[in-house]
């Protein structure tokens, strides 16, 4: 659509009309405005998975591997791929915008959501999240480039003032945003945080360099509930306040514009990228996906007259939209829905009414699995010989309950799992033996109730029952659910208290643990026996806190094997404090010593031993960030333990994020698996058994330990965080103070080994070209393989700060035993460019820039030195 119909569109609305629309709707989606023929623009999280509109977990998706998982790849081909299956997911669900990538930069080891972005360097995570973007766009849908700017730690992430050089902010934090736009991406996300004095969802960052200097004409949405004032977000390029209905522009911005605070032009010109957003996702003149299928109903009471929700009040972030506001139509007051007899509904019983991601889509996140695992350390361990095993230990809580997924907003139900446990069973099935063993159990919040451990006391089904009472005590609606982690109960007029009910049959006996999550008053009963009642408050305002992971309250309780329990968790509704309600159970924890002797006695009996451990719930999620790199305890004794049974023992990673490996040298092989998504066990089976080699690659720097760290400051002084790293974060930190980590960036093993025979480049070159450089190396080892060229920049004599060398490009090449190959690498211009403070714009120094190729930043083997001219 040409700017000139978008403006005869815009000149059709009124100020009011205009106004409106700059507001979202609902939680999720924007306003229709019948007058253009625009619908609502659905959106929805998506760097994981597509959830659609509702936390349900009857409406499954498919789950990818974590972003940090995604930026090991180092294959932009396959992240398309990933983007194209996102892009799919998002057209299932009725999906028009899908917020990703997260192009945050791992500045810090410590970060609470590491997981969520891709890579430590601005040029990895450029590249991987324009693959993306053009992955996701391919197909009709918007992608989402957030967190617009230096958003890279948790704590005091609505208000922190980050405070960060114009040199780096540019050559560094801005850096992956200019590559998303390059590739064209169709909405940017401004971030709950401020940088240098000014909130972003009013910073003058939107206008330049985004609007002016690379020409962005999409779409600037605010992060759920960051905007907090009327006119400066107003005035500055700010387009969409999401979400809605209320919010500061709902309620002050007409007035302002009425009133000549904020120019209407401003308005016109955020309707027009509004209008050009919809136009690219096919939600202007035509019917299209703003309408959820039929099948999106769920069997929740609904009741005659105006609503009173809850959950408003002041509360800030995603799900403060009261569904059942105005009108609704139903049974009358008091009447109840029940759950109907007959099959259980199971996850495949999706909202949306449409298939879940089906075979191809499992394909290609296995390839995923196996393609961003990164070989850490090898002692000719792995692969193993599934033809020569006669029994393998799999050892750890995390091989049959792997964290698939980071904590937070982004969460999604996925409809299948496969289990490290799953798939080496699957691998081994009918040639050697499998024996589990969980060993000492690391300490963990209990996890929701689900269909594997209790049942619907209404039908007796696999799952809970959720009811919604009113101030009396009477049920106004109740219906089936598959889980304890109920984020967003469909609540109806009058709605007092959401209550979750289950029978549960202990196959273990002794002290349960058991925990209910929300705020407010709430209690938890055991066969009518009070376990917990009492008042708690709200103490918090992030939204990924009071809407996604509530604090639990604990209590314990003995229980007997065999015996069926009728548990009653009841959660009163308090306005401005959101409405998820969680429940949940926990068996008796083994005893240390005996579970820990159990895994060493199998380890001992096997012929080879993998232990899978990793990070927990208290470790890696949205809203907080780490404080130490320790894996809970006591999963180092466990790996040591068995390493020292078992000489032939491969520890598999299940961490998104930087640990703490003091073992490191004493296994047989170590295989980091990241968060993997659904599909972990069959890709992980297909690296230890050989049938694929590991493809990944660190995205990100590993420090043996946090006091090696560089920069691993998240904690803000007076409100503002500091970054007096500059320009070097990730390896270049660690380059700069001579510091060697546990493993470097860009590291990862294959199956096979490389030698580097010599580098070809241009003596000179012009400055503001791209040079192309060609790397001769041969496959030494005994099998094909894939390897990783990567290629370093140094300017050792530069009048100007530099890193001590920075990471400019990268190729893969693929060879058989034995064979020469040659790998053809294009430097972009950009990669020898600075940005001057003083000219404000882009310069080139010229001079000699060494050329340094390898297997990471600190394995280099093969170098040159190509002069650049001076500027024209």
Request: aromatic share 4%.
């Amino acid at each position: 659509m040409d700017d000139e119909e978008l403006d005869r569109l815009v000149g059709k609305l009124s100020t009011a009309q205009k106004v409106r629309l700059l507001t979202g709707a609902t939680t999720w989606r924007t306003a229709a405005e019948p007058a253009v023929g625009l619908r609502p623009v659905v959106t929805s999280d998506g760097p994981a998975g597509v959830r659609g509109e509702a936390w349900d977990e009857r409406s499954p998706s498919a789950l990818l591997p974590s972003a940090s998982a995604i930026g090991a790849l180092w294959d932009e081909e396959l992240t398309e791929e990933l983007g194209g299956l996102l892009a799919r997911e998002a057209l299932r669900k009725g999906v028009d915008v899908v917020l990703a990538p997260t192009l945050n930069l791992h500045r810090t080891p410590l970060g609470g959501r590491h997981f969520e972005c891709f890579s430590e360097d601005p040029e990895l995570a450029g590249r991987t999240g324009a693959a993306l973007v053009r992955g996701i766009q391919a197909h009709g849908v918007a992608a989402t480039a957030k967190h617009y700017v230096a958003n890279d730690s948790e704590t005091d992430r609505l208000t922190v003032d980050v405070r960060v050089a114009e040199r780096a902010l540019r050559e560094v934090y801005l850096a992956p945003f200019e590559a998303a736009v390059a590739a064209g991406v169709w909405a940017v996300m401004a971030g709950y945080n401020g940088v240098n004095g000014t909130t972003m969802a009013a910073s003058p960052l939107l206008t330049d360099p985004l609007k002016t200097d690379w020409a962005f004409d999409g779409l600037v949405l605010s992060d759920w509930g960051a905007v907090r004032s009327v006119e400066a977000p107003a005035r500055a390029a700010l387009d969409l306040a999401m979400p809605g209905p209320g919010g500061p522009w709902a309620e002050g911005l007409l007035r302002a514009v009425e009133d000549g605070r904020v120019p209407e032009s401003a308005v016109d010109d955020k309707v027009r990228r509004l209008l050009r957003l919809a136009g690219r996702v096919g939600a202007l003149g035509r019917p299209g996906r703003g309408s959820p299928p039929a099948a999106a109903a769920r069997p929740t009471a609904t009741t005659a007259g105006p609503a009173a929700c809850p959950t408003a009040g002041p509360s800030v972030g995603p799900n403060t939209a009261c569904p059942s506001a105005g009108p609704t139509t139903g049974p009358s007051a008091g009447s109840t829905t029940r759950p109907t007899p007959g099959p259980a509904p199971g996850p495949a019983a999706a909202a949306s009414g449409d298939p879940i991601a089906g075979p191809t889509a499992r394909v290609l996140l296995r390839r995923a699995v196996a393609a961003g695992s990164v070989l850490l350390h090898n002692r000719d361990l792995l692969p193993l010989d599934a033809e020569r095993l006669s029994s393998v230990a799999v050892i750890g809580t995390h091989a049959a309950h792997p964290r698939l997924q980071g904590g937070g907003s982004a969460g999604v139900f996925p409809d299948t799992v496969v289990t490290p446990l799953d798939g080496i069973r699957a691998r081994l099935r009918g040639r050697a033996e499998v024996r589990h063993v969980p060993g000492p159990a690391a300490p963990a919040p209990p996890p929701p109730l689900g269909v594997d451990r209790c049942r619907d006391p209404a039908t007796g089904h696999p799952g809970v029952l959720l009811r919604l009472l009113d101030a009396d005590g009477r049920e106004l609606a109740a219906e089936h659910r598959l889980t304890g982690r109920v984020l967003e109960p469909e609540l109806v007029p009058g709605s007092h208290t959401v209550e979750i009910s289950a029978l549960l049959t202990p196959q273990t006996p002794g002290e349960w643990t058991f925990a209910v999550g929300g705020f407010g008053r709430m209690s938890l009963t055991v066969d009518g026996r009070p376990l917990l009642d009492g008042r708690y408050p709200q103490d918090v305002d992030d939204p990924a806190v009071v809407h996604v992971n509530p604090p639990r309250r604990t209590a314990r309780t003995v229980l007997g094997a065999g015996r069926t329990v009728h548990l009653v968790a009841r959660r009163e509704l308090v306005p401005g404090s959101g409405r998820a309600t969680t429940v949940s159970a926990a068996p008796p924890e083994p005893e240390a010593r005996a579970a820990l002797a159990a895994a060493v006695a199998a380890a001992r009996a096997c012929d080879a031993a993998i232990v899978v451990v990793g990070t927990t719930e208290h470790d890696e999620t949205e809203g907080y960030d780490r404080t130490d790199l320790r894996l809970a305890t006591p999963q180092n004794a466990l790996v040591r333990a068995v390493a020292a049974a078992n000489p032939r023992t491969a520890v598999v990673l299940n961490s998104g994020s930087p640990v703490e490996l003091p073992w490191r040298d004493e296994i047989g092989a170590l295989l980091l698996a990241w968060f993997p998504g659904q599909e972990a066990g069959t890709g992980l089976a297909d690296v230890l058994f050989g049938a694929a080699e590991p493809g990944g690659r660190l995205p990100t720097t590993w420090a043996a330990s946090l006091a090696d760290a560089p920069v691993t400051i998240t904690r803000p002084a007076d409100g503002r965080l500091a970054y007096p790293e500059g320009l070097h974060i990730g390896h270049r930190a660690w380059l700069r103070a001579g510091r060697v980590p546990a493993y470097w960036f860009g590291h990862g093993l294959g199956y096979t080994t490389w030698e580097y025979d010599a580098v070809d480049a241009p003596g000179e070159v012009r400055a503001g070209a791209d040079v192309t450089v060609r790397v001769h190396l041969r496959n030494t080892g005994r099998r094909p393989g894939r390897e990783v060229v990567q290629l370093y920049l140094a300017r050792p004599d530069s009048a100007l700060d530099r890193p001590y060398r920075w990471f400019a490009t990268h190729a893969t090449v693929h060879a058989p035993p034995g064979a020469r190959v040659t790998a053809t690498l294009r430097i972009p211009a950009r990669a020898f460019r600075h940005w001057s403070p003083e000219d404000t714009a882009w310069r080139t120094e010229p001079g000699g820039y060494e050329i340094l190729v390898g297997r990471s930043a600190g394995d280099i083997r093969v170098r040159t030195v190509t002069m650049v001219g001076t500027e024209a």
